[in-house]
């Protein structure tokens, strides 16, 4: 995460969240040791694996691969696989000297099917992306919180984005060098009863978000913004723990790089993850906001702040 200081003046005591983790450290299971295997095979192979080939190779049903695969990273495997190639696609849409070498490079062996499904892998068009120029508008309201303001917005897939700040216009040119080349839209009337539900959670971080998201990012991010989203209010694990829960315990800075790289405040949950010595470190919309979410989940489970005169910033770990 990016890391902000604390701006609170220097003689007011720090604070740390004393929450309960939801599981003692531990080294990676044999299972999540597994599903980093099979992802990194998936993410490797030129040729999209099948199931049956997959399961084959983990020894297991195809039935049974689907549930853990699924369970541990939030997507069934054919999912993942096209997550990934999606990923690739972006990447080499921006570097390869054509729009058919980079459909080539990325895997793709049918350019009529990626044409075909160009607005759900890309958003719009692989020429329309490759031009930097969006089709797709994204929608997006500004609602005032406890916690500043909320901007919200979201593609006809889900929210796409919840940002919290101070001025409304600084977050609006966020967004928009987060979705560079978006049409943003005005909300409507229908669009006030999402918003008033993103707003609730803000309020109370404890509540559940029943709504779809859009999440947009590689297929790393993707597993860990899912094991974010496992962590129940109330409970705070560190950089390091959540690095081993996604069986990959030696990446923990692209661990935090991925919480840094959230762009849904409060949906996923980023700011349950602290410092291995629970102490608070850096938060994209502000370490205060940070520490207010936690302290009311706090109070919403009950459990107790204890005072922390150590420094916030530091290594995510």
Known sequence: MSRTRDASPPAEPRLTMTLPTTAPAAPPTARARLITALCDHIERAEVEPGLDDLAKMAALSPGHLQRIFKAATGLSPKAWARAQRAARLRKDLREAGSVTEAIHAAGYGSQARVYEHGSRLLG??????????????????????????????????????????????????????????????????????LVAQVVAVVEQPSLPLELPLDLQGTAFQHRVWHALRQIPPGTTISYAELARRIGAPKAVRAVAGACAANRLAVAVPCHRVVRHDGSLSGYRWGVERKRELLSREVAAAGFQLAPDRRDEAGDPS
């Open 124 to 193: 719009m068009s692989p020429g329309a992306f490759r031009r930097g120029k969006a089709i797709e508008a994204l929608h997006v309201a500004i609602a005032q919180s406890s916690l500043g303001s909320v901007l919200v917005a979201s593609t006809p897939r889900g929210l796409a984005a919840i940002l919290l700040g101070d001025d409304p216009q600084t977050l609006l040119q966020n967004l928009q060098r987060q979705f560079p080349g978006s049409r943003l839209a005005a909300d409507n009337a229908g669009y006030e009863d």
